[in-house]
């Protein structure tokens, strides 16, 4: 059997659906993979419940995005770790909006000194053009033999190119450094706003993948965010998810912040 957890969300082709929470992404395509069973983030003792000898692997988001940027427990993935180990359980990451820098390291997970046994990569790997990569120990490739496994536009060079030119970015242009000093500014200032609207609930995330949960619905924030050049993504009906570019500048979160503190009064004043 397969153990994800609830919230979350792995993609829309086959096997990444089963192994995504929401049920509406879910119920057009079933029926889909069997044998998954889901389990709360953050919550050892129930994962611990839930696994048994059959279990393959577990497979988690070390910070669940799409489901409102939830940023786990302390400790939680090194138990995680350390349970499957015990059990023999194979341990995927699914860092496709966490990792590449995005929290302030390279990696979600390395915030907690966790190291799985699979991770899997995408979006960001190639800065904009179709690209994912699955990293995997060696020992576990190695029961695949060479072309048992492909893909029609698999390793192409474009896609490869603009990978390597991604990551020299990453690392020798100093992105993910500004992503961790950007986001300790930005949420700083969302901490403040937190502090002079009541309507917001509470602010988290790392880095530059922080989730504002507010007290009411943020569609017409969304509007009008964009009425007035902020562009903002959301989580389900009322948080909004700030996923900006790694490149944002200390002008761009200023500016961003001015607009978000217009919107939320205007709002709190219907």
């Known amino acids: 059997g397969m153990v994800a957890m609830k919230g979350s969300?792995?993609?829309?082709?086959?096997?990444?659906?089963?192994?995504?929470?929401?049920?509406?992404?879910?119920?057009?395509?079933?029926?889909?993979?069997?044998?998954?069973s889901f389990s709360?983030?953050?919550?050892?003792?129930?994962?611990?419940?839930?696994?048994?000898?059959?279990?393959?692997?577990?497979?988690?988001?070390?910070?669940?995005?799409?489901?409102?940027?939830h940023v786990p427990p302390?400790?939680?993935?090194?138990?995680?770790?350390?349970?499957?180990?015990?059990?023999?359980?194979?341990?995927?990451?699914?860092?496709?909006?966490?990792?590449?820098?995005?929290?302030?390291?390279?990696?979600a997970s390395n915030h907690w000194e966790t190291v799985p046994d699979i991770m899997c990569v995408a979006k960001g790997i190639a800065g904009g053009v179709p690209m994912g990569v699955t990293?995997?120990?060696?020992?576990?490739?190695?029961?695949?033999?060479?072309?048992?496994?492909?893909?029609t536009f698999g390793g192409n060079p474009l896609s490869c190119a603009t990978g390597t030119a991604t990551i020299q970015a990453l690392t020798q242009d100093g992105l993910i450094e500004n992503a961790k000093n950007m986001g300790q500014k930005l949420r700083q200032g969302l901490e403040e706003l937190k502090s002079k609207h009541k309507i917001i609930r509470e602010v988290r995330g790392k880095g530059l993948m922080i989730g504002v949960e507010l007290k009411f619905e943020v569609k017409d924030i969304l509007m009008e965010g964009i009425k007035n050049g902020l562009l903002l993504l959301y989580s389900g009906r009322n948080i909004l998810r700030f996923l900006p570019p790694l490149v944002i500048s200390e002008e761009d979160i200023t500016k961003t912040l001015k607009i978000l503190d217009m919107l939320l009064t205007n709002e709190e004043a219907r």
């Open 135 to 151: 990293l995997v120990r060696p020992d576990i490739l190695s029961v695949m033999k060479k072309g048992e496994h492909s893909s």
């Open 40 to 69: 709360s983030y953050g919550n050892i003792d129930e994962l611990r419940a839930t696994v048994d000898k059959d279990t393959a692997f577990v497979i988690l988001e070390p910070i669940q995005g799409e489901s409102g940027i």
């Open 9 to 36: 969300y792995h993609g829309k082709s086959m096997g990444a659906l089963s192994l995504t929470f929401n049920p509406k992404y879910r119920e057009s395509f079933q029926p889909l993979v069997e044998k998954v």
């Open 74 to 107: 302390d400790g939680f993935l090194q138990d995680v770790r350390k349970l499957c180990d015990e059990n023999k359980i194979l341990l995927i990451f699914d860092e496709i909006q966490s990792g590449l820098g995005r929290t302030g390291s390279m990696w």
